[in-house]
């Protein structure tokens, strides 16, 4: 079956702009991660939605970082006034229900110039 | 969670077993021992988890020791396309900890 998908794949985008990022989770899986993962380095937690409410939020590193899932499927995550340091490839997660095996889309490598 | 402790590189032979050791002397019962890898350039890919016995699946077996401080992942019959960076993970799933952390992992190369 289809896995999780995340577009777009790649996005450069100037200092300053705004940027959403999206991800198609697996059909039925109630929970949903995004992670943050710069050059050379481990997986970084942003946050995790439970259906359509995120109870952990502890990750976003800063007030320009939101995140939003509707329908218990798409969430969308957005870099308000990037900045260099936001480049990173940014990769979203599902699960089938939460504590479960959490399976990877691709990312989407972002580049801030 | 538990920390865990993997050798920072390691190289097969193609078409020989690759086992990918991990220490984990710091479990508790709830935990589960994960492993992921990634490949360059792409997103995480789960392999197979397991809580006290031995589990196997169309990827790799998983042994984990008896007294559970530590793990290996097996790589039956190791390809060119196994070279990545393999990530052991020890999750707590009970008590709402969502998040994955990954350590720096092993990077295996498979040697032609």
């Known amino acids: 079956g289809a896995g999780v998908s995340q577009s777009p794949s790649n996005k450069v985008t100037e200092k300053g702009k705004d940027v959403e990022l999206r991800c198609d989770p697996i059909s039925g899986h109630t929970a949903l991660y995004w992670y943050r993962q710069r050059l050379g380095q481990g997986l970084e937690f942003l946050i995790y939605f439970q259906g359509n409410s995120a109870p952990d939020k502890s990750g976003l590193p800063s007030d320009r970082f939101s995140a939003e899932r509707t329908g218990e499927s798409v969430s969308t995550l957005t870099i308000q006034r990037t900045q260099q340091e936001d480049s990173a490839v940014y990769l979203c997660?599902?699960?089938?229900?939460?504590?479960?095996?959490?399976?990877f889309g691709p990312g989407t490598r972002l580049l801030v110039l | 969670d538990a920390k865990t402790t993997q050798p920072p590189s390691m190289d097969c032979a193609e078409g020989r077993a690759a086992n990918l050791p991990c220490n984990h002397s710091?479990?508790?019962?709830?935990?589960?021992v994960y492993w992921y890898r990634q490949i360059h350039s792409q997103g995480p890919q789960y392999i197979i988890h397991g809580l006290k016995n031995n589990e196997t699946n169309e990827m790799a077996s998983l042994i984990i020791t008896e007294d559970r401080k530590s793990s290996t992942l097996i790589l039956p019959h190791a390809t060119l396309r196994d070279t990545a960076v393999y990530y052991c993970i020890v999750r707590d799933t009970n008590f709402g900890n969502e998040k994955l952390t990954f350590g720096t992992g092993t990077r295996l190369t498979i040697i032609p």
């Open positions: 997660a599902s699960s089938r229900a939460r504590g479960e095996t959490q399976y």
């Open positions: 710091t479990i508790s019962g709830n935990e589960y």
